[in-house]
Nanobody, 124 residues
C-alpha cells in the first residue's frame, strides 16, 4: 500500500499563496488517481481537487475553482496543490489521498490511502 506524506502547509495572510506537496512511497504512484481534501474544525472532510493517473484530467471543487491548481510529477512520485488568493475560509487541515484504481474520483470512499495532513491557516 502506498504511503503519503503532505508538506508545505503554514500560516499565510489572506490573498497570499501556498504550494502543498504530497510525496508517495511504496506502490505504483504513476497508476493512481490522486486528490486533495480538507477538513476545517468541526466540519466534514470535503473534496478540493483530483487528478487522473496521467495528469491529463483534473476536477476542482467550485469553492476553489480559479484559485487552486492541482498537478503531479510521476517521475518524482509527488502531487502538488498550488493555492492562490487564499481566504480565511480556506483554513483547514489538507489531506492527500490515492485511488489505486486510477480513477478521476471525488468521493472520500473512492480513496483507500490517506496522508496525515498538513495545516493551512489563512489570517484575515
Amino acid at each position: 500500500q502506498v504511503q503519503l506524506v503532505e508538506s508545505g502547509g503554514g500560516l499565510v495572510q489572506a490573498g497570499g499563496s501556498l504550494r502543498l506537496s504530497c510525496t508517495a512511497s511504496g506502490g505504483t504512484f504513476s497508476t493512481y488517481g490522486l486528490a486533495w481534501f480538507r477538513q476545517a474544525p468541526g466540519q466534514e472532510r470535503e473534496f478540493v481537487s483530483s487528478i487522473s493517473w496521467s495528469g491529463s484530467t483534473t476536477y476542482v471543487a467550485d469553492s476553489v475553482k480559479g484559485r487552486f491548481t492541482i498537478s503531479r510529477d510521476n517521475a518524482k512520485n509527488t502531487m502538488y496543490l498550488q493555492m492562490n488568493s487564499l481566504k480565511p475560509e480556506d483554513t483547514a487541515v489538507y489531506y492527500c489521498a490515492a485511488d489505486e484504481l486510477g480513477r478521476l474520483a471525488y468521493r472520500r470512499a473512492d480513496f483507500g490511502s490517506w496522508g496525515q495532513g498538513t495545516q493551512v491557516t489563512v489570517s484575515s
